[in-house]
């Protein structure tokens, strides 16, 4: 008897300590390539993550701010990078998964599915995909702890 206690006690303290919150992915994260950040925000019940930082933000040949040149849309393509929204509508769907959202590619201007599911308190895998989760790309996102001021 003492034994299921037990086993109960600790598979509820565990769950607790696994428990994620729908808000805990805000913040700034480095995709697997390095080359961006995207900062994580909640508007309203969604969550949506733009640009913040690149790693080479102004175009070699001009000097000035990389644009969104690849976006198919032409009203876009003069859009700076830095700033632009690219992880659009996400809804959490429990047990650390957000769903229902889209992300877009600048490098090559297509917009994805996408599901987002925390890995721990300091990893996503992104999962964009078109279709079928299962015919996508995968990507690890790592949470970068801010400088306190």
């Known amino acids: 008897?003492?034994?299921?206690?037990?086993?109960?006690?600790?598979?509820?303290?565990?769950?607790?300590?696994?428990?994620?919150?729908?808000d805990d992915i805000v913040g700034v994260w480095e995709p697997g390539h390095g080359k961006a950040k995207v900062k994580i925000d909640k508007i309203d019940n969604k969550y949506y993550g733009k640009i913040v930082w690149l790693k080479e933000p102004n175009d070699p040949q001009t000097g000035e701010p990389k644009l969104d040149k690849n976006n198919p849309d032409e009203s876009m393509q003069n859009?700076?990078?830095?700033?632009?929204?690219?992880?659009?509508?996400?809804?959490y769907q429990g047990d650390g998964v957000?769903?229902?959202g889209t992300i877009y590619d600048p490098e090559n201007g297509t917009t994805y599915?996408?599901?987002?599911?925390?890995?721990?308190?300091?990893?996503?895998?992104i999962r964009g995909y078109v279709g079928v989760k299962t015919f996508g790309r995968s990507d690890?996102?790592?949470?970068?702890?801010?400088?306190?001021?």
Do not use: H
């Open 1 to 22: 008897m003492k034994n299921k206690i037990f086993l109960i006690a600790f598979c509820l303290i565990g769950s607790l300590a696994f428990a994620q919150d729908a």
């Open 79 to 91: 859009v700076p990078l830095r700033g632009y929204r690219i992880l659009k509508d996400f809804e």
């Open 98 to 100: 957000w769903e229902e």
């Open 113 to 125: 599915s996408c599901v987002i599911t925390m890995k721990d308190e300091n990893a996503l895998e």
């Open 140 to 149: 690890t996102w790592r949470r970068l702890k801010m400088k306190k001021k």
